[in-house]
């Protein structure tokens, strides 16, 4: 796109717009670092902010997209206030807890790694970054036995509830009746952390590109925005879950 | 008006700027610096980009306007007639959704937004050419899905996708229609997030937020909108899909679900959304009286800030949607109270447009008789908003056809005269053809004429009790129906003709110069058509957008020397 | 069948925009109608009014002239901020004490049970009788209907009485009026809940308190099984879907049904006799007929045996 030679002015010259005279053109992208001033910024600087603020609205729609369903929860829960805290209880402290310490981690070591391309630490943040894979598959397998115990009992949203199906028998006797509340509970607690797992399965994969183009020397103290932008996604899908947690597990 | 009272199109008479013929290697622009498919379709010019989009969101408005008619021709008759009920409720269910989804909302910020934010800063892109690519090839597979619902057997729930007639069996394709919807969604995010960075990072030097043509600061206003409601709309659409199709039951009473928070959930998009619809209307509006009537935007200031104050207040009022839903009398109350308060930054703007029309230099070319069309078609609009915002009244008008009349007014009056105002103000610079200003004119007369006959009666109608989305009605409303009939037809002739020349002026339209209007802005200080840089060198904003006073004198100059 | 059900029903006008006022609460509504209206007009005139004069008088006279230089006026600003907001502000007064009104029943107001499915309206009274696609009521009490759904979202319309509301499945929602006088009108289903949504109208008659009293109390339908099924083929919303005059709605028409073959999408073929036509009404999946969307709801514990008879005596008649 960038195009060194500069057309013609135009012969009327435009009384309101001093034109003053262009820039000297950005050399080609160079494809070998990674780095380059799109022709359309002005300096560095300023497509490194740009960046920044693109991302940072981003989140903001992401806030958004989890703040709907923070407010149906407050919803249900305010009118099924039992059944929630029935339901809470059938939810595993220990798993949530884990998952927790687990996510905090990843977020550290994700912070990490960033600080580590800014330092020119090529090896260290490949480890960083790693470490934040396995941190995040961690996540995973422990909400996927979280999920399947929930699933071999029954406690699920909806119709699905206690499996009419699959002629599954409830785990708690209390729940004999597909109580609504309950299975409100299971419908919050199944789309709110399904969401978040599946921002975290796109987090991996965020990262994972990451890792590709940090093992092909792509970041430097110079340039390293791509990475803090994933980072900043990663903090994000960590503070989610931040807030996810007391108010499944803990308040119910 | 005759033509001598504008300006001259100094290429018509002699050829002063041959480098600006086509084909010759000076005269490159956004247009030929490229050729073939696979350059526009791999572009990263916003310019380019802007017109693909235009042409996709005219197309989806020819769609959605052919249902249209065909709503109305089956209107003419009061009991089953040419359609059957099924197919009606599907027509308009796609009526309404294609107009808004496909086209109103993309509309003006996708097309004419695309391709002249970036040049009214100054800059030669918007600030992630790759995600605005993104967001069109998003569009598109969006649009292809509703396409696609409308070739397997349709949906039919209305635009609203009310739960729990959505999740039930008689509805269609709701989960196909939703994901497109959600998909949708992402590319309006993606074009709003775009402008944010474009217009806070990639200003032209001297180029202050209070030097950005009013066009600007509606489009910032918008991008806010669409940044903050639309995941709100993504959410809504998982959720009803999930519901739909595993019974998750939020929205279920048989789960325990509540059909009305799906309402909730829904307007908190909606209504916010009439205002992405809306207020790049009223950018262009602004651009359009000032470089018509010569003047400077009376109040700037004013008419910046109230697109501002109209994006925020558009956040606290969804719930006037629900008077009669079972929400509380308080809710019911507080948003009613809320509602009212948008009446007034918009009556600022509609004041102050008319206080810069005071002491201008009118000129009636097409683009200002489309702003005067807007001024009296949205102000009609408008005010029926306050018949609807009224607690007690809108319980008597909920779902009749008055609140019909009065989107209509808003959005087609509104939004649809503002967009083709700006198409036809911004088409010389984007074409770098003239289209022909006597049968521009005549198409402005027969919509706006057609306008008001077909929806002036429905505003009678509605309030003398005839419910919307009714196939068969009360045999006494039909001769109001017929005069609505009519009146589309007359819209549909007005745009036929419009589509009709200005695809003519394409190919035979007299070349146009740099800056045809007078206009001060600084997409019209650089060539016609622009360059794929937008300027060949940085341009400096020394002056307002609006200082036409040296802009029209140097023209007269130059004229003078020409011939 | 809203076309040949709608020669029935009529809307009387009151006035140009408005219905004639039917019940205590129109003349309030009204006023806030004829405020907004008056509003309207006077902002109406007062921006289009400037506009064609400033258009006419300060129109371009010559190709390069410019408008005057724009001042600044703060006042002005204030001004048409200010004076706008007091006037919305009385509206929403006027709308809300309208609205307040409408929503709080009288205590002791006579209560309805308001049902509905798609695509009829059922009407439960304190004495045990019912009625469908027929609400009746006292005139000169408060009457409150107490409704609920039983599938989807509809609207509860009565425009002469300015009173609407929507009706909810899962939970109960309300309104009340009172009827000055004796009247009939129409009831409308303003939400949109499908196929039926433009059909799903009821009649309204208001009687006076003794004839209600006399009418609410007498539970039996009377007539010959011919006439009863009529009534219930209408009452019960068959009309709905299935015409008599062989027109196609939603399901087949009855026009010379009885005793065809009916082709059902399982690929039986059987005969439109008295079992098919019980079944069908019982359990209408079971016989799924060919070329018709399977929306037919089932009338089990709606309709008794004795009724069924009556349906189909009638349907023996419809040639
Ligand atoms: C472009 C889109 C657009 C715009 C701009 C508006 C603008 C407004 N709308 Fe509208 N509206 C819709 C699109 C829009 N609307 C749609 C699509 C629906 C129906 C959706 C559906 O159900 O399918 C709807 C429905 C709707 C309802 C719900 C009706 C119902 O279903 O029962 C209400 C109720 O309050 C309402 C009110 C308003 C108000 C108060 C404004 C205000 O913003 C208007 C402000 C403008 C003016 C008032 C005019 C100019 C001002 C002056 C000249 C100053 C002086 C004025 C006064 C002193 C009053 N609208
Ligand atoms: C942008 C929004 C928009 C626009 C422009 C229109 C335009 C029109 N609408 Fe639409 N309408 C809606 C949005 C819109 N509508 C919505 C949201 C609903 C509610 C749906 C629901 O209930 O769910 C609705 C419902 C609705 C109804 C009510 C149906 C019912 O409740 O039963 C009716 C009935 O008359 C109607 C009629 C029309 C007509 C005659 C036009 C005409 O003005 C159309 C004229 C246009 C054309 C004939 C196309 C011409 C185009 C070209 C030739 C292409 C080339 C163009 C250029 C070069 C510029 N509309
Ligand atoms: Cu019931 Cu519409
Ligand atoms: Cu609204």
Redesign the interface.
Same mark, same amino acid.
């Given at each position: 796109m960038s195009d060194a030679i500069t057309p013609p002015a135009p012969s009327e010259k435009s009384p309101s717009a001093h034109l003053e005279h262009a820039p000297p053109a950005h050399p080609e992208r160079s494809r070998g670092t990674g780095f380059h001033v799109a022709h359309h910024f002005s300096s560095a600087e300023v497509q490194f902010d740009a960046n920044k603020m693109g991302v940072w609205l981003f989140l903001v729609t992401e806030v958004l997209l989890f703040g709907g369903m923070f407010c149906a929860f407050a919803v249900f829960r305010s009118w099924y206030f039992p059944a929630f805290v029935a339901g809470h209880d059938l939810l595993s402290k220990a798993a949530g807890s884990t998952n927790t310490a687990v996510l905090i981690t990843s977020s550290l070591t994700m912070a990490l790694a960033v600080r580590s391309a800014q330092m020119n630490r090529k090896g260290l943040t490949l480890g960083f970054l790693v470490a934040t894979l396995l941190f995040a598959a961690t996540f995973l397998v422990i909400k996927y036995f979280e999920y399947h115990e929930h699933w071999a009992s029954g406690e699920l949203p909806g119709a699905l509830f206690g499996h009419p199906y699959m002629n599954l028998k409830l785990s708690n006797p209390a729940l004999a009746h597909p109580l609504r509340g309950e299975s409100l509970f299971f419908m919050t607690y199944f789309v709110m952390t399904g969401i978040h797992a599946v921002h975290v399965l796109v987090g991996m994969g965020l990262i994972t590109w990451m890792l590709v183009r940090t093992s092909k020397g792509q970041f430097s103290s110079r340039y390293y925005s791509p990475l803090e932008n994933v980072g900043l996604y990663w903090h994000l899908v960590d503070i989610i879950w931040i807030f996810l947690f007391p108010l499944l597990y803990l308040i119910g | 008006m005759s033509d001598s009272t504008t300006p001259a199109h100094p290429e018509r008479s002699a050829p002063a700027h041959p480098e600006r013929s086509r084909g010759t290697a000076a005269g490159t622009n956004y247009l030929n610096a490229q050729r073939g498919i696979k350059s526009w379709l791999t572009t990263l010019d916003h310019k380019r980009i802007g017109i693909m989009y235009l042409v996709s969101v005219l197309t989806a408005f020819l769609l959605g306007g052919i249902f249209a008619l065909i709503i109305r021709i089956k209107l003419l008759f009061p009991g089953h007639y040419l359609i059957t009920r099924a197919q009606y409720n599907e027509l308009f269910t796609l009526h309404g959704a294609i107009m808004i989804f496909l086209f109103i909302i993309p509309s003006i910020p996708a097309s004419l937004g695309n391709f002249f934010v970036p040049m009214m800063i100054g800059a030669k892109d918007v600030a992630f050419p790759r995600l605005n690519l993104m967001s069109l090839y998003i569009y598109w597979v969006g649009a292809a899905m509703a396409l696609l619902v409308i070739l397997i057997g349709g949906v039919s729930t209305g635009w609203t996708f009310y739960a729990p007639f959505s999740e039930g069996p008689d509805a269609g394709h709701v989960i196909l229609m939703t994901v497109a919807v959600f998909i949708l969604g992402f590319s309006s995010i993606l074009t709003g997030l775009n402008f944010i960075v474009t217009i806070h990072k990639l200003r032209a030097p001297g180029m202050t937020w209070f030097k950005m043509p009013l066009f600007l600061w509606s489009i910032y206003a918008t991008s806010l909108v669409q940044i903050l409601a639309t995941p709100v709309l993504g959410i809504t659409m998982v959720l009803l899909a999930l519901d739909r199709g595993f019974h998750i039951g939020i929205f279920d009473p048989r789960y325990g679900g509540d059909p009305v928070l799906f309402q909730h959930f829904f307007w908190f998009y909606s209504h916010p959304a009439v205002y992405i619809m809306i207020l790049p209307g009223m950018g262009i509006i602004s651009e359009l009286i000032a470089v018509h009537a010569r003047r400077r935007i009376f109040g700037y200031t004013f008419v910046a800030f109230s697109s501002i104050a109209i994006a925020l207040l558009g956040f606290l009022v969804w719930g006037h949607h629900m008077f009669v839903s079972g929400q509380s009398v308080m809710a019911g109350a507080v948003f009613s109270f809320l509602t009212f308060f948008i009446a007034i930054p918009s009556g600022v703007k509609v004041f102050n447009w008319l206080a810069t029309l005071y002491q201008g230099s009118i000129s009636l070319r097409a683009p200002m008789l489309y702003a005067l069309s807007f001024l009296f078609l949205f102000t009609i609009g408008g005010l029926t908003g306050i018949f609807l915002g009224m607690l007690s009244v809108d319980v008597h008008l909920h779902d009749t056809y008055f609140v019909v009349a009065h989107f209509h007014y808003v959005m087609m009056g509104g939004t649809v005269m503002a967009f083709v105002g700006g198409l036809h103000h911004w088409w010389p610079k984007m074409t770098g053809r003239m289209y022909s200003e006597a049968w521009a004119r005549l198409s402005a007369i027969l919509i706006f004429i057609g306008f008001n006959a077909t929806f002036f009666p429905q505003f009678i109608l509605g309030s003398r009790g005839m419910p919307r989305r009714y196939y068969a009605y009360l045999p006494e409303f039909q001769g109001l129906h017929v005069f609505s009939t009519f009146g589309s037809w007359v819209i549909g002739a007005g745009f036929f003709i419009m589509l009709g020349y200005l695809v003519y002026s394409l190919k035979a339209g007299a070349v146009a110069s740099t800056n045809p209007w007078g206009a001060a802005s600084l997409e019209w200080q650089t060539a016609t058509p622009p360059p794929t840089e937008n300027f060949p060198v940085q341009p400096v904003a020394e002056h307002g957008p609006y200082d036409f006073e040296e802009v029209v004198a140097a023209q007269a100059a130059l004229e003078g020397s020409a011939s | 069948? #809203? #076309?040949?059900a #709608?020669?029935n029903?009529? $809307?009387h /006008?009151g006035s140009?925009? /408005? %219905?004639r006022q039917g019940s205590t609460l129109a003349p309030?509504?009204d006023r806030?109608?004829d405020? #907004?209206?008056y509003? &309207?007009v006077a902002?109406?005139i007062l921006?289009?009014v %400037? /506009?064609v004069l400033?258009?006419w008088k300060? !129109?371009?006279?010559? *190709?390069?002239?410019?408008?005057? %230089?724009?001042?600044?006026?703060t006042a $002005?600003?204030i001004a048409?901020?200010v004076i706008?907001?007091a006037i919305?502000?009385a509206?929403?007064l006027?709308? =809300?004490?309208?609205?307040?009104? *409408? +929503?709080v029943a009288p205590a002791g107001a006579y209560e309805i049970q308001v049902t509905a499915h798609k695509w009829a309206w059922h009407f439960q009274y304190p004495t045990g009788k019912s009625t469908d696609n027929e609400l009746r009521i006292p005139v000169g009490r408060p009457v409150k209907m107490v409704m609920s759904s039983q599938?989807? $979202?509809h609207?509860f =319309?009565i425009?002469?009485f !300015?009173?609407?509301?929507?009706v909810?499945? &899962? +939970?109960y929602?309300s309104v009340w009026f009172t009827v000055p006088k004796p009247t009939q009108t /129409?009831l409308?289903?303003?939400?949109?809940?499908?196929?039926?949504? +433009? &059909?799903m109208l009821a009649k309204v008659i208001a009687m006076p308190d003794a004839d209600f009293d006399k009418w609410v109390h007498q539970v039996k339908l009377q007539g010959s099984p011919v006439a009863i099924g009529r009534g219930l083929y209408t009452s019960k919303g068959c009309s709905g879907c299935h015409s008599i005059n062989g027109? !196609? $709605?939603?399901g087949p028409s009855f026009k010379g049904l009885w005793g065809t073959t009916s082709h059902l999408s399982d690929g039986r073929n059987l005969v439109v006799d008295e079992n098919f036509v019980r079944k069908h009404i019982l359990d209408p999946r079971s016989l799924p007929v060919t070329g018709y969307?399977?929306?037919m709801p089932s009338f089990k514990g709606q309709l008794t045996d004795e009724q069924i008879n009556d349906i189909i005596a009638f349907l023996k008649t419809v040639k």
């Open positions: - | - | 069948m #809203a #076309a040949d #709608a020669t029903f009529v $809307i /006008l140009f925009w /408005l %219905p309030q509504v806030g109608f405020l #907004a209206l509003v &309207g902002f109406f921006v289009v %400037p /506009l400033f258009v300060y !129109r371009r006279r010559r *190709a390069h002239d410019v408008g005057k %230089p724009t001042g600044h006026n $002005i600003e048409w901020t706008p907001l919305v502000m509206c929403f006027v709308g =809300f004490r309208g609205f307040l009104r *409408a +929503s599938d989807v $979202i609207g =319309f425009p002469e !300015r009173v609407k509301e929507d909810v499945p &899962g +939970s929602t /129409l409308e289903c303003t939400q949109y809940c499908g196929l039926g949504h +433009s &059909g027109t !196609r $709605i939603v969307p399977q929306v």
